[in-house]
């Protein structure tokens, strides 16, 4: 019998990014925009601005991700 060797990967099918990319995309875009809401409640008095701007930061973040992980697969 002869020995198969387990196939290799094309230049195809390798990564296109680094995944460390996108946990800190996610991760900077919740801490900075969570820091802005909650220094817009502290300013304003109110108390549901830090989990709009978490939200709204976890949104940029995959956008972002999405931007840059499309964009290297081209």
Same mark, same amino acid.
């Given at each position: 019998? /002869?020995?198969?060797?387990?196939? @290799?990967?094309?230049?195809?099918?390798?990564?296109?990014?680094?995944?460390?990319? /996108?946990?800190?995309?996610?991760?900077?875009? &919740?801490?900075?925009?969570?820091? &802005?809401?909650?220094? *817009? #409640?502290?300013?304003?008095? @109110? #108390?549901? *601005?830090? /989990? $709009?701007? $978490? *939200? &709204?930061?976890?949104?940029?973040? $995959?956008?972002? @991700?999405? /931007?840059?992980?499309?964009?290297?697969?081209?």
């Amino acid at each position: 019998m /002869a020995r198969q060797l387990p196939p @290799t990967a094309g230049p195809d099918e390798s990564p296109k990014g680094d995944p460390w990319h /996108a946990f800190g995309y996610i991760v900077s875009g &919740v801490a900075v925009y969570g820091l &802005v809401g909650w220094a *817009l #409640d502290r300013w304003l008095g @109110t #108390d549901f *601005l830090v /989990a $709009i701007g $978490i *939200l &709204v930061g976890a949104g940029f973040g $995959i956008y972002m @991700t999405y /931007a840059r992980f499309n964009k290297a697969s081209q």
